[in-house]
């Protein structure tokens, strides 16, 4: 079995090693380490060049605006996607919780990623709580306003919003990820993303440390447990675990496209033999 984890945040582990040797038992091969803010950022880079299978990424939470100034943002942004490693933009987006910042500082924020990311035409990471309309109307204003004829491709992250939110930016060329949640009885709406949504759309992610799928939930969520999301993401869909693992794997290259994929592991994915 081969797949990738598509968002972690192996920073945030103190033994990696052991974390990824068990990932890698399990079928998990790669990783894409998600960083949020500066510090985390710095935390990832040793990490991506210390284990050939760990790519990363580079951006402010909403919740970590505060972080790093305006004037900032993109200098920092342009200066870390020259590494090799980092393959994406992000995270980013917009988060409607009360505690978090306002909504129009994160909106600005959020555009200056999507203009990085139609600069070097690297996939965003986005994160959209509570905010599907806020997030549809800022991409369809940079669509028609700002692209200037490139595409703006992301994936949208642990995504627990609305079937025709996802099916839009589907409509765009974006993929749309599904987490450990899928696994939870009480996550009717995540059960109809991973029924109604093509799995040519799909991606798989643990977010981990954090949302643990049945039966780990309560502990801390490592990318070995990715499994269980993919084997409930196939038992909702009435297919089959390999029929997840190639689909999902085949999106998560052609998305970050800057990530290579496993040569041996392709080679047994076009002969069937997983």
């Given at each position: 079995m081969y797949l990738i984890d598509s968002h972690c945040h192996l920073d945030r582990f103190s033994d990696i090693d052991s974390v990824l040797d068990r990932s890698k038992s399990c079928g998990i091969h790669q990783w894409i380490s998600i960083s949020t803010?500066?510090?985390?950022?710095?935390?990832?880079?040793?990490?991506?060049?210390?284990?050939?299978?760990?790519?990363?990424t580079v951006g402010l939470h909403p919740r970590e605006i505060h972080t790093l100034s305006e004037r900032a943002i993109d200098h920092w942004l342009k200066e870390a996607i020259q590494h090799p490693k980092i393959v994406g933009i992000g995270e980013t987006g917009l988060d409607a919780l009360e505690s978090s910042p306002p909504m129009d500082q994160q909106e600005r924020c959020f555009r200056h990623h999507i203009r990085m990311a139609i600069e070097t035409q690297l996939p965003l990471v986005v994160h959209?709580?509570?905010?599907?309309?806020?997030?549809?109307?800022?991409?369809?204003?940079?669509?028609?306003?700002?692209?200037?004829?490139?595409?703006v491709k992301g994936v949208l992250h642990c995504f627990t919003g609305s079937v025709d939110c996802a099916k839009e930016a589907i409509d765009w060329g974006w993929k749309v990820s599904l987490s450990g949640i899928v696994t939870f009885k009480n996550a009717p709406d995540v059960h109809k993303l991973a029924t109604q949504l093509p799995l040519s759309a799909l991606l798989v992610e643990t977010d981990a440390p954090w949302l643990a799928p049945t039966p780990y939930r309560g502990k801390d969520n490592e990318p070995a447990y990715m499994m269980e999301t993919a084997k409930a993401m196939a038992l909702l869909r009435g297919c089959s675990l390999t029929d997840i693992a190639k689909a999902?794997?085949?999106?998560?290259?052609?998305?970050?496209?800057?990530?290579?994929?496993?040569?041996?592991?392709?080679?047994?994915?076009?002969?069937?033999?997983f």
């Open positions: 803010s500066p510090i985390t950022f710095k935390a990832l880079l040793p990490i991506v060049h210390q284990y050939d299978g760990v790519y990363g959209t709580r509570n905010s599907d309309q806020d997030f549809l109307s800022i991409m369809r204003d940079v669509r028609a306003k700002e692209s200037g004829g490139k595409t999902t794997v085949q999106n998560t290259l052609e998305l970050f496209h800057k990530m290579p994929g496993m040569a041996a592991k392709d080679s047994r994915m076009s002969d069937g033999k």
